[in-house]
Nanobody, 119 residues
Framework: QVQLVESGGGLVQPGGSLRLSCAASRSVFSFHAMGWYRQAPGKEREMVATITSDGTMNYADSVKGRFTISRDNAKNTVYLQINSLKPEDTAVYYC?????????????WGQGTQVTVSS
């Protein structure tokens, strides 16, 4: 069974930076896409950034210019570099892997890592 394990969250002051990591138990290149989502208290889970197997990246408008998603195929790891953090970035960040086989698709999720932005 494929597992996704996130790490790198923590408490950071506004304006600070973090790098989140998502280690997969198999090649990240084998997935149609991987990405990061977040869920703040009382809010729905939202897409933050995704990267497809061909390298196409997509970002939520609220994080463009501050967040960067990247992939290291050799390490089976996807990263999210977060800069210029704001209090509204506080949330649990989840790693996602989307698999596609023919007309079928599914999602795998990590356990989440907490990011708290506060002075």
């Amino acid at each position: 069974q494929v597992q996704l394990v996130e790490s790198g969250g923590g408490l950071v002051q506004p304006g600070g930076s973090l790098r989140l990591s998502c280690a997969a138990s198999r090649s990240v290149f084998s997935f149609h896409a991987m990405g990061w989502y977040r869920q703040a208290p009382g809010k729905e889970r939202e897409m933050v950034a995704t990267i497809t197997s061909d390298g196409t990246m997509n970002y939520a408008d609220s994080v463009k210019g501050r967040f960067t998603i990247s992939r290291d195929n050799a390490k089976n790891t996807v990263y999210l570099q977060i800069n210029s953090l704001k209090p509204e970035d506080t949330a649990v960040y989840y790693c996602n892997a989307r698999w596609v086989v023919g007309t079928k698709f599914g999602d795998l999720w990590g356990q989440g890592t907490q990011v708290t932005v506060s002075s």
